[in-house]
């Protein structure tokens, strides 16, 4: 950009059309890389742990979240640095596959990227980091293989699944009624399980809320919950024994698919008009009728005259139900989605015990509760509380224990909490260090540093010396061969976890260290960055 002056003296601006490239290449564009992700990895350490602080988000509409939950304050945040953003689809990828330690994993992955910093100062190739790294992950999860513990559930014995999953809880806002949380996730994840196949689909479980009430009031459904209520206020609030019919397709006359255009020129043609179009609401409720149904649930709208109609002929009805409320409803009540009136049969109803509509909180707000389903694989977990935020935090929070009490479904074998893994494989990832030869050795140790950050974020914010507690308990560890002690967040005077009841998912934790490596491999292996940047 330059000024120049005309002829009469008035200044004026240059630009250039194309600006120049800015290119960052070898050493220097890694040292950017590692400083971008340890910045949103400190960000997170301090949300991690029972301990931890939580985190107020404001979007730019003004709209608040409060939470200390990993993958949501990363979504929340507005980051527009590559690398960064790295970090963000890390703890995302965590979410969307275990559901569980969103934070842990970022944590960790900022620790490997610090270490690496130091090594590359050292002169040691990106490379031969890399391989370092992957060697120790390895190491890292067979030792985990080895000081895991298998756990034994049934639908009848609850309580070590309610166990394991409390301890997902303990570091968030509704730790006060983590016991119940914890039971109603349990039980709802057993409703919809497969466990000959170990399998879960989380799809059949449904998440809602409605302020006013208590978090206590928080209650698990065997069915489904709908935020609507019935059509007409005068229809019963309770359907017993109740016969649905699920609809997609609109309660009204049909509509052509082209322009059309109808000239009304006298009162005749008007009641013509007006005489066949409520035949077509006849035809239509009579199809319904002749069926058995005596419940409507329909994805689209209806006016005020179909409305009547089924009132008339003791028909409740619910308009506007989402489309994946309406799938779920079929799952449950054992019914067919019907697109056709004409299609309407009496074996592709669906089937419930009880419809009812009730209200909830002072401002009695309705909503229509489907009870004792035919087929009882789809459950609505309804969350109360006092306010929206508190609400949504705590859908966030269900959400972690149900994946957590999938994964023991899966794989029901546990590892201990409070840091205690990561110290037990930092100390046998160190002696596997003293076997290898190569330059790999230094990687190999710097992984095994790196371990220690979670222990050590753990400390700091519990208010303990990080540097006293964990050379304490890698010598407690070493001594005793006690792979159980990890940090005394809670100060329960004891170190030993399992006497604390810390308990987490082998497979989560296994997650954590591949994820982690395998992006701070990705990052290693880009030394060349090229952005388009003014001149200076």
């Known amino acids: 950009m330059n000024l120049a002056f005309d002829e009469f003296g008035r200044p004026f601006l240059i630009l250039k059309e194309q600006q120049q490239l800015k290119r960052v290449k070898g050493l220097e564009a890694q040292k950017s890389h590692i400083l971008a992700a340890k910045a949103v990895a400190n960000i997170m350490k301090s949300s991690l742990g029972p301990r931890g602080m939580d985190k107020c988000l404001i979007s730019q509409d003004g709209e608040v979240t409060l939470t200390n ?70 190491k890292a999860v067979a030792h985990l293989q080895k000081i895991s513990e298998s756990i034994e559930f049934s639908r009848e014995n609850t309580k070590p699944l309610v166990d394991i999953v409390s301890t997902s809880l303990g570091s968030k806002i509704v730790n006060r009624a983590q ?42 459904i065997d069915g489904i919950v709908l935020d609507k209520e019935f059509s007409h206020p005068q229809m019963p609030n309770e359907v017993k024994d109740a016969k649905i019919c699920i609809l997609n ?50 994805q689209w709208g209806f006016d005020d005259e179909a409305n009547h109609l089924l009132l008339a002929n003791d028909l409740n009805a619910i308009r506007w139900i989402g489309g994946v409320e309406m799938e779920l409803i079929a799952i449950a009540t054992g019914g ?27 401002t009695k707000d309705k909503m229509i509760v489907i009870q004792g389903c035919a087929n009882s694989k789809a459950v609505t977990i309804l969350v109360r509380g006092s306010n929206k935020i508190m609400i949504e935090e705590t859908k966030r929070s269900i959400h972690d224990a149900l994946c957590v009490a999938r994964n023991l479904v899966r794989d029901n074998r546990i590892v201990y909490g409070g840091g205690s893994a990561e110290l037990s494989c930092s100390l046998a990832i160190s002696d596997v260090a003293d ?20 222990p050590i974020a753990l400390s ?77």
């Open 435 to 454: 076997t290898i030869s190569g330059v790999e050795q230094y990687a190999v140790r710097a992984f095994a540093d790196a371990l220690d950050a979670i």
């Open 179 to 220: 016991s119940k949380l914890s039971e109603i996730a349990v039980n709802a994840v057993l409703a919809v399980a497969d466990l000959e196949r170990k399998d879960v689909n989380l799809d059949l479980i449904k998440v809602t809320g409605k302020a006013g009430g208590r978090l206590e009031d928080t209650q698990l």
């Open 336 to 362: 067919r989605i019907i697109s056709r009136f004409s299609d309407i049969t009496e074996d592709k109803l669906g089937k419930a015990e009880l419809v009812k509509e009730v209200s909830l909180g002072t």
């Open 69 to 138: 939950d990993g993958a949501t304050i990363l979504q929340e945040m507005h980051v527009e640095n590559q690398i960064a953003k790295l970090m963000v689809d890390l703890s995302k990828s965590q979410d969307e596959e275990i559901g569980d330690g969103t934070t842990g994993v970022v944590v960790l992955a900022g620790a490997l990227l610090e270490q690496t910093e130091s090594l590359l100062n050292r002169g040691i190739n990106p490379t031969r980091i890399a391989k370092g790294f992957e060697i120790a992950a390895e």
């Open 249 to 298: 397709t609109h309660f009204e006359p049909p509509k052509l698919k082209t322009g059309h255009k109808l000239n009304i020129k006298t009162v005749e043609q008007y009641n013509t008009l007006s005489q066949q179009e409520q035949e077509y609401f006849r035809e239509m409720v009579k199809y319904v009728k002749d069926s058995g149904a005596n419940v409507v649930a329909c």
């Open 460 to 536: 700091d914010n519990s208010g303990l010396s990080s540097i006293e507690t964990i050379t304490s308990l890698k010598s407690r560890q070493q001594k005793e061969n006690n792979p159980r002690l990890g940090v005394d967040c809670l100060l329960k005077g004891t170190n030993d976890m399992k006497e604390q009841g810390v308990f987490e998912s082998l497979i989560s934790k296994q997650q954590q260290i591949l994820l982690a490596t395998q992006v701070v491999k990705m990052i290693l292996k880009i030394d060349d960055v090229i952005e388009q940047g003014s001149e200076e």
